[in-house]
């Protein structure tokens, strides 16, 4: 690996969802977005429900995240994560359903458990469409 590239895995428990050397990470944080360079010092992350962005070559692949943990160090970047798929492998139609459904989950929902689940499952859905409208 070059020293102007950065190693990326991003892991569920399931598979390697994506492996290569990239130019740069960009990912949402539960404190917020942060981008990552090569060389950069090391950085650990809790990530929200949301997307991750690798640029490789100039090129954008956007993946959604679903929670996790972000750790860089010595330019090699893990994306530990429940579930991530890349944007054009994700079923919009699909992904849109279940958001229909979490949204109709929440307004009878009449617990705060209940919400919660919702809320979660609202975040999950508008990750998916949210990297599918990326690439």
Do not use: C, W
């Not at 981008?35 to 950085?43: A, D, K, T, Y």
């Not at 359903?97 to 919660?116: G, M, V, Y």
């Amino acid at each position: 690996m070059s020293e102007k590239k950065i190693h990326i895995k991003i892991i569920t428990p399931e598979k390697i969802v994506y492996e290569d050397d990239v130019d740069s990470v960009i990912a949402q944080g539960v404190k917020g977005s942060f981008g990552i360079l090569p060389n950069h010092i090391p950085f650990m992350s809790a990530l929200d429900i949301d997307t991750a962005k690798v640029i490789k070559n100039g090129e954008e692949i956007t993946f959604s995240i679903m929670g996790g943990a972000f750790q860089f160090k010595g330019n090699d970047a893990i994306i530990l994560t429940e579930a991530a798929e890349r944007g054009n492998d994700i079923d919009t139609a699909r992904a849109k359903l279940a958001k229909e459904r979490a949204e109709a989950q929440l307004s009878s929902a009449k617990t705060q458990r209940d919400i919660k689940i919702a809320n979660a499952a609202i975040a999950r859905a508008m990750a998916r469409l949210k990297a599918a409208s990326k690439n």
